[in-house]
């Protein structure tokens, strides 16, 4: 899936920093860039926009000013020379505020924010069945939900880590959040779900099957905690 994404900033320099650090996300596009806060206000309301990075301090329109005028929102990224907007940019629900300059490993971070609000989580629903089948090596494979250590996803493929042995599919994460019952698996991060009864052990930053240690993500931190510990 891309998500669209729009840039607002009367830096061009500025501008060319966020785009530039979008162009390395293959799951991102930028469909406008605008240096005239009034003439992208405009152009928002015509086009379907998942992410926008707005500056603050902007001739003419203000960037909070910008966030309040807005009737129905993207999500929102504020970039700007001034920390002084903080508080009053996360009272309005942005999703992040990044000081300029911007390096692309913070950039990143605000980028896995978004995605992890993007990613659904597995629902309280009990399979009708102890076993799923999978689509893998050619064929259809039944695997057994009681033999499922943890499922990780990667770019194009999910890894399945069984007691004996690793299943390489092209399924997606989510068709396993359909058919997983959070009563056995929960979700820790964007990329891993964990069958409960394999962790032996739980940290505030990650969990333990054994001699394996997976991530805790920060968008399931509180989940995770409460629930585990």
Do not use: W
Not at 48 to 65: A, Q, R, S, T, W
């Amino acid at each position: 899936m891309k998500y669209n994404c729009f840039i607002v900033d009367d830096e061009p320099l500025a501008i060319e920093v966020i785009e530039n650090h979008l162009n390395k996300l293959e799951q991102f596009r930028v469909v406008g860039t605008y240096s005239d806060a009034v003439e992208a206000f405009v152009a928002i309301k015509n086009t379907p926009v998942d992410i926008l990075f707005l500056d603050i301090e902007m001739p003419d329109f203000n960037g909070l000013d910008f966030i309040k005028s807005m009737s129905q929102k993207p999500e929102i990224v504020v970039t700007t020379a001034y920390r002084d907007f903080a508080v009053e940019g996360f009272d309005l629900n942005i999703l992040d505020y990044l000081v300029k300059p911007i390096p692309f490993e913070r950039f990143i971070m605000a980028i896995d924010k978004f995605l992890d609000k993007k990613t659904p989580q597995i629902q309280n629903s009990t399979p009708s069945r102890d076993y799923i089948m999978i689509r893998a090596e050619r064929k259809h494979i039944k695997i057994e939900l009681a033999n499922i250590l943890y499922i990780e996803g990667l770019k194009d493929y999910v890894k399945i880590i069984l007691a004996d042995r690793t299943i390489m599919t092209k399924e997606s994460i989510g068709h396993f959040i359909e058919h997983l019952s959070a009563d056995q698996f929960i979700r820790i991060h964007k990329s891993f779900i964990v069958a409960i009864d394999k962790i032996t052990a739980v940290t505030s930053y990650d969990v333990e099957l054994g001699k394996t240690e997976l991530p805790i993500g920060r968008k399931y931190k509180d989940v995770v905690l409460r629930r585990l510990k």
